[in-house]
């Protein structure tokens, strides 16, 4: 896994600001008001802070921001960061302004210096969010094999309390790498196998973890997950997570589709970015970072974590557009075309999680149509729900987490689209609304009494630009969300 920048809270030195390496970041008010270690800093600079806050760039730029002063004259370090966010900042202001801080190489060490900072641990969880980079890969440079960035110290005035608080933080940071690590993965090592036995190796953090393979699919009557990975050398699988950290109440349930690489099938896809779809295992990514998130912090609730693990490959073996696959449930589905291959996945994998566990809810979390970037762009993950106070739980834990969803509409109207000639329905509904269809094909795989969300994640789980927590490429969007959703709604 890629590895978290080490994150140490200590007692403030003001005596030894001078002699510190690396970057040295400093707190500036709106106002251009600077706390106490900020006027050490800038005594020691001959006031090169003083005149950075009383420029116009300063005072132009938002709350949050980062602005550098490269080698400072009166200290050893590299460069002076100097934030510009007050002592009192509300949690999302604090998170955005420590992932501002730009990240530092491999091995040079970043000393924030917080004093009078109510809310440090969530500056320190914007920096390590921001610092990710997913260099496995890389054989040459500073990020060669995968090394973290430098180590991050946090000068603070309450030690235990802030290393206290940030606990948790840095839980949900590790499952947010974790998804990261996974979405990022090239489709020759993150294999159906390779990505159930990463799943395994979470039996060390206390999850329960067992792995479904292709006969035991057979036997739960689980085709049209199957009939998605009939074409390819890789074997379909279901890996079931179970956290039990509550107290005798049924499993909250997270269920993700794990295509662990998709050229569309019969229905290939066009080869320019067919490279990117490597990620259209992002919503079993999350559900997979969420679940080591909540074992990091042992929460106090039960969860169940479910992801179908296939991949979608044109073969002689592959299922064709016209097919008549049938459902764990029971329902017929024609395949109009091979691509639309998640919700397959999905139908069976929701209905097995309701027959087994008896979830008190269900999310599910998908990369699953390009209709949801045409309606939200990047910016916003679609949310589909049959419940309304359970939908408005989740939208206030994403915005709590800054992390951008949208609710859009079911209804029977859009059924009409899904009618099949010669099935009980089509898989596809055409170009119309097609996030939406997708999210109604899904819910007729859901009971009536059990409260559901739809995520449709696949403008957020992966974009082209950096975005304020992630780096271009995957985000782990969903991770912080959801984990808030479970203190909020099942924790004990």
């Known amino acids: ?34 706390d106490a270690m900020a006027r050490r ?43 510009k966010i007050g002592r009192d900042a509300n949690i999302a202001d604090a998170r955005r302004a420590g992932a501002s801080i730009p990240a530092g190489k491999p091995g040079e060490p970043t000393n924030l210096l917080a004093a009078g900072f ?15 980079e997913f ?14 960035t430098g180590d991050l110290t946090v000068q603070v005035r309450d030690v235990a309390a802030a290393t206290a608080a940030h606990a948790a933080l840095r839980a949900q940071a590790e499952g947010v790498y974790f998804t990261r690590d996974l979405i990022s993965e090239p489709a020759n090592v993150l294999t159906t196998t390779e990505f159930a036995n990463r799943l395994v190796a979470l039996a060390e953090h206390g999850v329960e973890v067992e792995v479904l393979e292709e006969a035991d699919l057979v036997a739960l009557g689980m085709r049209t997950l199957l009939a ?59 559900v997979s970072g969420v679940m080591k998130c909540l074992a990091l912090r042992k929460a106090a609730a039960n969860v169940v974590g479910l992801v179908g693990l296939v991949e979608n490959m044109p073969d002689g073996r592959a ?26 996945v999905l139908a069976d994998v929701l209905w097995y999680a309701q027959e087994r566990f008896s979830p008190s809810a269900i999310v599910d979390l998908a990369t699953l149509t390009g209709a949801v970037i045409v309606a939200l762009g990047h910016e916003n993950a679609g949310v589909f729900s049959n419940n309304d106070d359970f939908a408005d739980a989740f939208l206030a834990a994403a915005r709590a987490e800054d992390e951008g969803a949208w609710r859009l509409p079911l209804s029977e109207a859009y059924d009409e689209l899904l009618k099949s000639r010669i099935a009980d329905i089509a898989n596809v509904g055409g170009r119309a ?11 007729r795989f859901v009971k009536p009494e059990v409260p559901w969300i739809h995520l449709d994640i696949a403008g957020a789980a992966y974009v082209s630009k950096d975005t304020t927590f992630a780096r271009k490429g995957a985000t782990g969007w969903g991770v912080r969300a959801l984990d808030a959703l479970v203190r909020a709604r099942f924790e004990a």
């Open 1 to 34: 896994m890629s590895a978290l920048p080490e994150t140490a809270f200590v007692e403030i030195n003001p005596e030894g600001l001078a002699d510190l390496q690396g970057r040295v970041v400093v707190l500036a008010a709106p106002d251009g008001t600077l």
């Open 41 to 83: 800093v800038d005594r020691l600079t001959r006031k090169a802070v003083s005149r950075l806050v009383a420029g116009k760039a300063f005072a132009d730029a938002k709350v949050g921001s980062a602005h550098v002063l490269a080698f400072p004259a009166g200290m050893a370090a590299d460069a002076v960061i100097v934030l």
């Open 118 to 132: 109510r809310r440090p641990e969530y500056l320190a969880l914007g920096a390590v969010l921001k610092a990710y």
């Open 135 to 148: 260099n496995t890969y890389r054989t040459t440079g500073d990020a060669a094999a995968g090394a973290a």
């Open 228 to 286: 998605v990975g009939q074409g390819s050398e890789m074997p379909s699988k279901v890996v079931v997570m179970r956290w039990n950290g509550g107290g005798d109440e049924a499993p909250f349930a997270l269920v993700g589709k794990g295509v662990v690489f998709d050229t569309g099938g019969i229905s290939i896809k066009p080869a320019a970015g067919m490279e990117e779809m490597t990620m259209d295992m992002g919503g079993a990514g999350v």
């Open 319 to 344: 299922q064709r557009p016209g097919d008549v696959v049938k459902t764990m449930k029971g329902d017929t589905v024609e395949v109009i075309n091979t691509d639309a291959e998640g919700r397959l």
């Open 433 to 443: 609304a097609g996030a939406v269809t997708a999210a109604q094909f899904l819910q």
